[in-house]
């Protein structure tokens, strides 16, 4: 039977883990869409990759009160790649869509970048605050559709330039850079690449593409150029797609 599933944040759950309480807009579709009663059998994921499966003991219109009755298994297992997916900040909808699709691939981290050729600018902080709640919801949402139990992280929006700075000690993940012009193939850097390939990052730019700067910086700083082939892509399509390439050449995509 397929699993009645809901998000719940870590700091939701009692310490000893026996209860959990579900938030105002889970809880109303808990109650008002799903109909489900006092007794009825749920699931709830925190998030970080842990799932547990419990009973509802009280349901209010704005938060539910659900007992665990033990930790399972989630219903889809994690890809062993950590995949970072770094876009260029796109216009509306279509970067909801990148987010969307990245979770449901198993990116395990969204990365908003200020490009030269960005398709929006941020207004302040504020704005961009507001855009980085948005995507997480949107995240949560497509992490319970796919079955995952941890929701990939989606940052504040970071410039191009600090995005280039190296990695920390031990996390030095394999960097690759796709643009239209002046890369390999993919096909022939990933022959380059370690059989096991644990932490990778990607980037995708704009509808505008790269300036001829961006790409001597990137390259400087030891990233990797790639091409996809002879069609250019709309740049939504490119994140998307270069999601689903690499979990099948290096995660569990098969």
């Known amino acids: 039977m397929t699993r009645r599933r809901f998000y719940a944040p870590p700091r939701a759950f009692t310490n000893g883990f026996d ?3 579900l938030a105002s807009e889970e809880a109303r579709h808990l109650r008002d869409v799903l109909r489900l009663k006092t007794g009825d059998e749920v699931y709830v994921f925190d998030g970080t990759g842990k799932e547990f499966r419990c009973h509802i003991e009280e349901s209010r219109r704005d938060a539910a009160r659900l007992k665990i009755i033990n930790e399972v298994e989630p219903a889809r297992r994690e890809s062993p790649l950590l995949l970072t997916l770094a876009v260029a900040l796109l216009k509306g909808e279509k970067f909801d869509l990148v987010v969307q699709k990245a979770t ?5 981290r969204i990365v908003p970048v200020v490009t030269t050729h960005a398709d929006i600018r941020l207004r302040d902080e ?6 980085v709640a948005r995507w997480q919801r949107i995240a949560i949402e497509a992490a319970k559709q796919s079955g995952r139990a941890a929701v990939p992280q989606v940052d504040s929006p970071v410039s191009f330039e600090s995005l280039l700075e190296p990695a920390p000690a031990g996390k030095a993940p394999v960097r690759l850079m796709f643009s239209e012009r002046d890369g390999q193939s993919l096909s022939d850097v990933r022959k380059k690449l370690p059989t096991e390939v644990q932490w990778l990052t990607a980037l995708t730019g704009s509808e505008g593409g790269w300036t001829d700067e961006e790409i001597a910086d990137a390259l400087d700083a030891g990233w990797i150029i790639v091409t996809l082939g002879g069609r250019i892509l709309r740049a939504e ?9 690499l979990q099948h050449l290096c995660g569990d995509l098969t």
């Open 19 to 21: 209860s959990v309480e």
């Open 104 to 108: 449901e691939l198993g990116a395990a």
């Open 126 to 131: 504020s704005d961009a605050a507001k855009r």
């Open 237 to 245: 399509t490119a994140a998307i797609t270069v999601a689903a390439l």
